[in-house]
């Protein structure tokens, strides 16, 4: 009897719209796997539904295979067929949802930026949980992440409860409050969401736009747990800057509001076994590192004989959005090159203006010995920057949690960054960390060539410090048992 009071392992199904490796588009994809393992190893039953992108790496994708049965999900008065595929990721179990609704949802050849990107997700949200509803799936938490799936939230409550699919409290974390999915109000008919229902402002009205709907408002109203991806970011969104209108929701509800820093996955993001590497190296022997950097230069056709071997290198690897500072960035490239070291960014930008510009900066460097700009996604190619680089420059005007700084630690490259958001929570020992980033800049480089001794202390200390997703998932996992003691109460 007393054995039967203990709450066996929970099942926890995450809803999201990118899963790394397979559905990278930032740190979303690292986020959903990296908590999923951690909670899988924990003991929990973690099972993960994702939209079947046309895009996605399939060769990371284990057993993938089509399920025999079709799934019919309600869209715009329509019941529409979808296939389901299950396959393996990363050790954890995913369904990818198919839609074969004449607009191809997920036919795009990319995961955003497509004219009807509100109806594409609603339309997955819904099917998501008439899977849940067929296949007679009990979980015990439904995780969902960001505006592509904060429709999840009110269609479980108001249409999937009452048919019986009531097992779960509902969590939703986000992690980036700059996307919302805002649309005109009758946008949100078409997944059976009524909108003269939900367009009010104790629901799903838009803040800012009052003639707006507002998925994740939704996200935040409907959910038994709400999270974002750092303390400071909790804190910062929370006033009316960073929340883009939604602060006086959260202040609402701010009793489920928490903010959870997030983790990396400390096997996939490991120098001494990273496959992805050259070379392979650990905080005891470093020499790998530099192995790399040679390597590295070499691939990219940079100076690296006589003196120029001995440069600092500086990396950043980034989505080239705003928020990223992307005129710092561009300032650091200059700077650095001015300060005698060598420059590597790895980024893309959705943006065109801001690819346009780039471009033209990675024109101007062409034939340059210390500079290189390599303008698109290359997951191995970040691999080699983090374990190539002295340096990681992340000038980041609001960062969320930012988790290019944890990996370049892991990797042994010192962050230069600016303190706002999740890159203030863990790293006040690092005194790099500071609001101006010439200041910053100057004085890593400075230290790199003129202290190599102190720099290999701080590079062996970053190395080791815990970033891993033990104690997050500890913390997921404590909201969740709380969520459903209070259901249970109730
Ligand atoms: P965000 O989610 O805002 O993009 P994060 O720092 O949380 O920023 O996560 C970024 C993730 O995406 C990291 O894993 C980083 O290595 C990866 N990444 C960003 N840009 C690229 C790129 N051009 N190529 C490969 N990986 C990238």
């Given at each position: 009897l007393l054995k039967s009071k203990q709450r066996p392992g929970m099942h926890i199904i995450h809803i999201a719209a990118e899963m790394a490796p397979?559905?990278?588009?930032?740190g979303l994809a690292d986020v959903v796997t990296g908590l999923g393992r951690a909670l899988q190893k924990k003991g929990h039953l973690v099972e993960f539904i994702l939209p079947k992108y046309d895009?996605?790496?399939?060769?990371?994708?284990?057993?993938?295979k089509v399920m025999d049965f079709d799934l019919f999900s309600y869209f715009n008065g329509e019941a529409f067929k979808n296939k389901v595929w299950r396959g393996v990721v990363e050790g954890l179990p995913v369904y990818f949802i198919e839609p074969l609704?004449?607009?191809?949802?997920?036919?795009?050849?990319?995961y955003y930026g497509c004219h009807d990107d509100f109806e594409r997700f609603t339309y997955f949200c819904r099917a998501a949980l008439e899977f849940l509803l067929k296949t007679n799936k009990r979980p015990d938490i439904v995780h969902c992440h960001d505006?592509?799936?904060?429709a999840v939230p009110p269609l479980y409550w108001d249409i999937y409860a009452p048919q019986g699919l009531n097992s779960a409290q509902v969590a939703f974390t986000c992690?980036?409050?700059?996307y919302q999915g805002a649309?005109?109000?009758?946008?949100?008919?078409?997944?059976?969401?009524?909108s003269h229902r939900y367009h009010r402002p104790d629901r799903m009205?838009?803040?800012?736009?009052?003639d707006r709907i507002n998925l994740l408002k939704g996200g935040i109203v409907y959910s038994n747990i709400v999270t974002t991806v750092s303390p400071t970011y909790a804190q910062e969104v929370r006033g009316p800057e960073e929340g883009r209108g939604l602060h006086v929701t959260l202040g609402q509800h701010a009793s489920k509001f928490y903010g959870v820093l997030n983790g990396i996955d400390n096997e996939v993001w490991c120098p001494s076994t990273?496959?992805?590497?050259?070379y392979q190296y650990s905080p005891d022997d470093l020499g790998g590192k530099f192995a790399n950097k040679m390597a590295l230069r070499a691939r990219l056709g940079m100076s690296c004989t006589g003196a120029d071997a001995e440069k600092p290198l500086v990396g950043c690897v980034t989505r080239l959005v705003p928020q990223k500072g992307v005129h710092l960035i561009q300032h650091a490239i200059y700077r650095t090159a001015e300060l005698g070291g060598q420059f590597v960014l790895l980024g893309s930008s959705p943006v065109p203006h801001i690819q346009a510009q780039f471009e033209g900066v990675a024109r101007e460097f062409e034939n340059h010995p210390h500079v290189r700009l390599i303008l698109k996604y290359d997951e191995s190619l970040a691999h080699a920057i983090y374990g190539a680089s002295d340096i990681f420059v992340i000038p980041s005007?609001?960062?969320?949690?930012?988790?290019t700084q944890l990996i370049a630690m892991r990797y042994g490259s010192v962050p230069v960054a600016?303190?706002?958001?999740?890159?203030?929570?863990?790293?006040?020992?690092?005194?790099?960390?500071?609001?101006?980033l010439n200041f910053a800049l100057d004085r890593a480089l400075g230290y790199f060539m003129e202290s190599r001794e102190w720099w290999t202390e701080l590079v062996t200390k970053v190395m080791q410090m815990d970033f891993s997703w033990d104690k997050p998932c500890e913390e997921y996992i404590d909201l969740y048992q709380a969520a459903l003691a209070r259901r249970t109460v109730r």
């Open positions: 397979v559905a990278k588009v930032g895009c996605m790496d399939y060769s990371r994708i284990k057993g993938l609704h004449p607009g191809r949802f997920f036919w795009r050849r990319s505006w592509q799936t904060a992690h980036n409050f700059e649309a005109p109000p009758a946008s949100l008919n078409a997944c059976g969401l009524h009205q838009d803040n800012f736009a009052p990273d496959p992805l590497l050259e005007i609001f960062e969320p949690c930012g988790l600016r303190k706002t958001g999740g890159l203030n929570d863990r790293y006040r020992i690092l005194n790099l960390v500071q609001s101006g």
